[in-house]
């Protein structure tokens, strides 16, 4: 897992997370562990130019 960048909207109360893993599972495992649930998760596509 290699997180990328994270940053919080202070009006909503909402963080956003940017990392990269092998599947959304792992993603939600990490953040479960850390105390911190995940509610939505969205694989974003990768492309090679």
Same mark, same amino acid.
């Given at each position: 897992m290699n997180f990328k960048i994270a940053w919080a909207d202070p009006e909503s109360g909402d963080v956003f997370c940017l990392s990269e893993a092998p599947s959304?599972?792992? *993603?939600?495992?990490?953040?479960?562990?850390?105390?911190?649930? *995940?509610?939505?998760?969205?694989? =974003?596509? =990768?492309? *090679?130019?």
């Open positions: 959304a599972d792992a *993603v939600r495992k990490i953040h479960e562990r850390t105390g911190h649930p *995940v509610d939505e998760i969205h694989p =974003l596509p =990768l492309s *090679v130019s």
